[in-house]
């Protein structure tokens, strides 16, 4: 029998991860601390390239939560939001006891719109608040338009957090995702593009920055023998025994990206010849996304049932896939704050649809993907 389940995104190990995490163990670092987190993070910092500084953080939650704190949003101020993404995006708003205002998507890269972006902040400056930062988020490894939003950014003077969790091996006119931002924030989660089972890592633009973040991700302690806190602390650092396994994965995180784009490709490939299917697609060669997750949408007034109909009949045959985000202004945690824009993000969800994109998909995986879709189309 064939029907062994395929995964969305399931983790891929590259085979140097225990090793690292022997070394933990022998050299009794075990701890949210040590040479692990130190090379995960100049491995990182190598990578990303264009000087960014790396703090490896117990997740990408957590990279956006002391990503606002950095950016100094504070309770009662208002932080503007992509509606579509996941929820981890906007949790964090709260945290601080900060005001979400969301904000649609463009059809293009399905990311934040820059017309209803900047239509946000004028309403926002007009009802007397202007907003601290702007979360732009890369959903699927595509990045959103960096320069556009970079000038509404520049011309209001409000920060951006680039959430860049499903960005990892992603460029924007040859520059790495996660660096765009005023601050960028990574995931390793077990989905994600590689892992370090949990965590993540924020990603700035100074030494300092970093330094303040690992402060904050460290219970906050002043300089002194005994401990003595001027500001309230977490406890978000990267355990050493997790960074062992980022070691690892950071070998293979070229070969990871390449075997996603040619998923991408695979499905390319035998889907251009049904119209009403819209992929989602580079604008122009700017785009270079990773293609974490395959992603598409049909195009067309039934497109809602001809989702459920894939879903399902791929559910049927053991095979995940999922609806995309559904937008934050959609979700009943989030339904009371304000939302900006028309119903790009509202569409897309309701006809659109990951598929199973793992860099370990084996050829039998992807016949068997291939035939069903096939037989339903
Ligand atoms: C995964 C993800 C996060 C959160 O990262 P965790 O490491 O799971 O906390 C944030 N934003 C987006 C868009 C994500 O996909």
């Known amino acids: 029998m064939s029907d062994e389940k395929i995964w969305l995104s399931s983790p891929h190990m590259g085979g140097e991860e225990l090793k690292y995490i022997h070394e933990a163990f022998e050299q009794n670092w075990i701890a949210p ?40 949003v504070q309770a009662g101020d208002e932080v503007i939001c992509q509606s579509m993404t996941f929820a981890a995006s906007a949790n964090p708003i709260q945290y601080l006891g900060a005001k979400p205002i969301f904000v649609d998507s463009e059809i293009e890269t399905w990311n934040i719109c820059p017309q209803a972006l900047e239509d946000a902040i004028k309403d926002r400056i007009k009802k007397g608040v202007k907003p601290k930062a702007i979360i ?57 593009i590689i892992t370090t089972s949990g965590g993540g890592a924020l990603v700035a633009h100074s030494e300092g920055i970093k330094n303040k973040a690992v402060f904050l991700a ?21 355990s050493n025994v997790s960074a062992g396994i980022g070691r690892g994965q950071m070998k293979v995180l070229n070969q990871w990206v390449e075997a996603r784009r040619q998923v991408f490709e695979f499905y390319k490939g035998f889907l251009k010849d049904f119209e009403q299917i819209v992929l989602q697609s580079n604008p122009s060669d700017k785009f270079s996304p990773n293609r974490w997750l395959t992603a598409l949408y049909f195009d067309d007034k039934n497109g809602y049932d001809l989702r459920e109909n894939l879903r399902l009949k791929l559910l049927e045959k053991s095979i995940e896939s999922r609806p995309l985000w559904k937008p934050m202004h959609l ?36 016949d068997r993907i291939k035939r069903v879709i096939i037989d339903i189309l």
């Open 136 to 192: 732009g988020v890369h959903l699927y490894g595509m990045p959103y338009q960096h320069k556009e939003i970079r000038e509404i950014s520049e011309k209001y003077e409000i920060p951006v957090l680039e959430d860049s969790a499903e960005a990892l091996g992603s460029f924007y006119d040859g520059r790495a995702c996660g660096t765009l931002g005023d601050i960028g924030i990574l995931s390793f989660n077990g989905n994600k």
């Open 33 to 72: 601390l040590g040479p692990n987190v130190n090379e995960f993070e100049k491995s990182l910092e190598d990578y990303l390239g264009n000087n960014v500084s790396v703090a490896a953080l117990s997740s990408g939650t957590a990279a956006i939560h002391l990503g606002l704190k950095l950016l100094d």
């Open 331 to 366: 979700q009943p945690v989030f339904k009371d704050f304000p939302y900006y824009g028309s119903s790009v993000s509202e569409n897309l969800f309701s006809k659109g649809i990951c598929l199973p994109s793992g860099s370990n998909l084996t050829l039998e995986e992807k």
């Open 218 to 238: 460290t219970q906050a302690r002043d300089d002194a023998p005994h401990y003595q806190h001027s500001e309230i602390g977490h406890n978000y650092r990267l």
